[in-house]
């Protein structure tokens, strides 16, 4: 599976910005997909994580509220939906998905990781 994040860029704190995923070489609805993001210094933190078909959908405590997870199976793409964006919001941002199960949160249950799109806030 290869996956590509795209979308990232500079930005004022209040912004909107949207972030997109592409997967090629596996049926993209068979894939759960995981957004993760990693801030300078930081270790990388669970984002957003969205089931296979849509209906189920995982954010983290830091962008509940104010990003939002969706898919377009026929386009093969999955996107993130940031609002309201804040200067901790800033960090090198992945999606990734896996082929077992266990929990959306935690990173070691994804298998395939996409390259990463940065993302930086200013106040």
């Known amino acids: 599976v290869q996956l590509q994040a795209s979308g990232g860029g500079l930005m004022q704190a209040g912004g909107s910005l949207r972030l997109s995923c592409s997967a090629s070489?596996?049926?993209?609805?068979?894939?759960?997909i995981g957004w993760f993001r990693q801030a300078p210094g930081k270790e990388r933190e669970f984002v957003a994580g969205?089931?296979?078909?849509?209906?189920?959908?995982y954010y983290g405590e830091s962008v509940e509220g104010r990003f939002n997870i969706s898919r377009d199976n026929v386009k093969n793409t999955a996107y993130l939906q940031m609002n309201n964006v804040k200067p901790e919001d800033t960090g090198v941002y992945y999606c990734?998905?896996?082929?077992?199960?266990?929990?959306?949160?935690?990173?070691?249950?994804?298998?395939?990781w996409g390259q990463g799109t940065l993302v930086t806030v200013s106040s």
């Open positions: 070489g596996h049926p993209f609805s068979r894939l759960t």
């Open positions: 969205i089931s296979r078909g849509g209906l189920l959908r």
């Open positions: 990734a998905t896996r082929d077992g199960g266990g929990t959306y949160y935690d990173e070691r249950n994804y298998d395939f």
